[in-house]
């Protein structure tokens, strides 16, 4: 007769030994969870208060979900009837409807602190955490994962007062379809969003260098509300070209002006820099040459680029005095490729190449800016691969006209809909997606140049103890990882136009060097320099594809045979930079935009100010 009551006992002892254990395991692999705010949202009912709740798994992925009232306290009395034993054990008290009842008193932050409470409780039990109820109320396998936290400019905020306008927090998220959005935490105007790139795996592999080992949130210094703004990068001292404009108000600045501005644009880090005369706006090219005269003078510049249009360019290139016939002065043109103006774009081009190619060690900065609908960049991308001794990079940028901003923010409606615009207006509004340029590229090299032949522009970093060992300098090569993508284009007897990563594995060599990098930067000691450069051999046979055979020099033939160094030298004159990029604009910044540019432009400038503001 005690049979039955022994066995109960023993059962509800491995309950309580179960039980036990789940908490353990819970311990170890614990989901974090927590309300981090709430939104007011609008249906055909009317208007309701919906909690956003972040959650991240024991592996480290992350959710964000929005739940209402309601929804939780059904989801409670569920639990309550599946698992009666521990929510009984956890002693879980769901928040009262109304249990705040003073005048004045904000509800809603009082509930979002008990739900929080009570949410963590609550995922603490592993065995409830992990149940398919629990997964399916918080829409875990449809959720959104963070990639990471940032700041960012509320476009509607921007539009209406950009002088006033601060960085509000916000994150960068992949939404269920594979899509990554910056989504603006803004108060005023609900959230914000703007479609980044259409490949959450693509953007997963530019941020990889930026994040290593927690691509899906990063506790670092994007984190700006818990860091004083006196520690943050200085926009100016990671940026490798640093911006001046020639012109005012379609005026030349003074002379005085120009000078004071070209010390005021030297970085702090006395490192090598580039700076670049903005005069895209001058008509009368013979004084813009004096003044780049006049800079080349008074500038601690390791190079000068002169950014023109193609016709002013011509132009100052048939000067007698040119300032391109100083060494170290090299030119820039931006153009602006619209569809319908594939051929033109091509003709004109040509035309300035022609023009440069009397010029003896002449090397030409392109800055090709498109918009949507894309061109067709098949005339481009030939012409841009042909002309490898003059052309050393292209500047591919995804740009905004200002009329499709402006009707972005101010003709959008605040829920994401789209439906009621224009048909041109919904093609263009709220995205800036980098990967559907890359695909345009893939098409018009026809599979040559792919998307898989990008890395992320973060690895650029590596080269920059090699760079000074080779004699150009000690630039700071910082382009953010958020910024675009980077690829390089080889051209020796063995290849043509191949893309690097066609010929090595760049995401292994980085990770293999970057240690030996990093002593070297921090020592500058030749002993440093010696393992930097061994280590880079190693790395540099161990990543090469396999079928690709090639040879570097010995670390005593470098040091022994200037030729050696001249040969490689050469190698890396012939290489081609193509750096796909979306271009920097209101409805889109985000800090690491603007603390660490490529280029230091009077934008980037005016939002590192807003920052520190």
């Known amino acids: 007769s005690l049979a039955p009551w022994l066995l109960r006992s023993g059962e509800g002892g491995r309950a309580v030994a179960v039980g036990a254990a789940r908490m353990a395991a819970s311990a170890a692999a614990r989901w974090n969870v927590g ?5 007011n949202l609008v249906d055909e009912t009317g208007s309701h208060t919906a909690y956003r709740i972040e959650l991240s798994d024991p592996s480290g992925r992350t959710y964000v979900v929005l739940k209402r009232y309601s929804a939780m306290l059904d989801l409670h009395n569920k639990l309550l009837i599946a698992f009666p034993r521990e929510m009984a054990v956890m002693k879980l008290e769901f928040p009262k409807k109304r249990s705040i009842l003073s005048v004045g008193y904000n509800v809603a932050a009082e509930r979002e602190r008990l739900l929080d409470a009570y949410l963590l409780q609550l995922f603490q039990n592993l065995h409830i955490a992990e149940s398919m109820l629990v997964k399916s109320a918080f829409g875990i396998s449809e959720g959104r994962t963070i990639l990471y936290r940032t700041q960012a400019l509320c476009p509607f905020c921007a539009a209406a007062d950009f002088a006033s306008v601060a960085f509000k927090p916000a994150t960068v998220q992949v939404n269920a379809g594979g899509k990554v959005y910056l989504i603006v935490d803004c108060s005023t105007h609900h959230t914000p969003r703007v479609l980044l790139c259409s490949s959450g795996d693509f953007a997963r592999r530019m941020l990889r260098p930026a994040l290593p080992g927690a691509v899906h949130i990063a506790d670092n210094w994007l984190m700006l509300g818990q ?11 990671n940026a490798t070209i640093v911006h001046l404009s020639l012109m005012q108000q379609q005026v030349f600045i003074t002379d005085e002006e120009l000078e004071a501005a070209v010390r005021k644009s030297a970085p702090a880090h006395k490192k090598s820099y580039v700076l670049c005369l903005n005069g895209r706006a001058a008509d009368n090219v ?36 040119t300032a391109l016939l100083f060494r170290g002065v090299f030119p820039a043109v931006t153009y602006y490729l619209r569809q319908g103006d594939e051929r033109t774009c091509q003709r004109e081009l040509i035309t300035t190449i022609g023009e440069l190619a009397c010029f003896s060690d002449m090397h030409l900065m392109l800055n090709v800016h498109v918009e949507r609908p894309f061109a067709d960049l098949t005339l481009l991308m030939g012409m841009v691969r042909r002309h490898k001794a003059i052309v050393r990079v292209l500047n591919l940028v995804l740009a905004r006209p200002k009329e499709e901003i402006r009707v972005a923010v101010t003709s959008k409606p605040l829920d994401g809909s789209m439906a009621s615009l224009p048909g041109k207006m919904q093609h263009n509004l709220n995205t800036v997606d980098l990967f559907e340029l890359l695909r345009c590229v893939e098409e018009a090299t026809e599979g040559e140049i792919k998307e898989s032949d990008f890395f992320s522009p973060a690895n650029a970093r590596i080269i920059e103890p090699f760079l000074s060992y080779m004699g150009f300098g000690q630039f700071p090569v910082r382009p953010s990882a958020v910024s675009g993508a980077l690829t390089i284009l080889v051209n020796t007897e063995q290849f043509s136009s191949v893309p690097l990563p066609r010929i090595l594995d760049v995401d292994l060599f980085v990770d293999m060097v970057r240690p030996h990098a990093k002593e070297y930067e921090a020592s500058q000691s030749t002993t440093a320099g010696l393992m930097l450069f061994t280590s880079a051999k190693k790395a540099f046979k161990k990543c090469l594809r396999p079928g690709v055979e090639t040879r570097i020099p010995h670390l005593f033939t470098l040091l022994t045979d200037s030729s050696a160094v001249k040969d490689i030298a050469d190698v890396l004159n012939h290489c081609q930079v193509l750096y796909v990029r979306r271009g920097l604009d209101v409805a889109s910044a985000e800090i690491e935009q603007v603390l660490q540019p490529f280029e230091f432009t009077p934008l980037v400038q005016q939002m590192a100010e807003k920052l520190r503001k």
Do not use: F, W
Not at 286 to 297: D, F, P, T, W, Y
């Open 227 to 237: 860091h004083d703004p006196k520690s943050l990068p200085n926009a100016l001292e």
């Open 35 to 39: 309300v981090v705010g709430s939104e």
């Open 286 to 321: 013979e004084e813009l040459n004096r003044k780049v005269l006049l800079a080349r003078r008074c500038t601690a510049a390791a190079r000068l680029i002169v950014e023109l249009p193609y016709d002013r360019l011509i132009t100052l290139s048939r000067l007698d005095d």
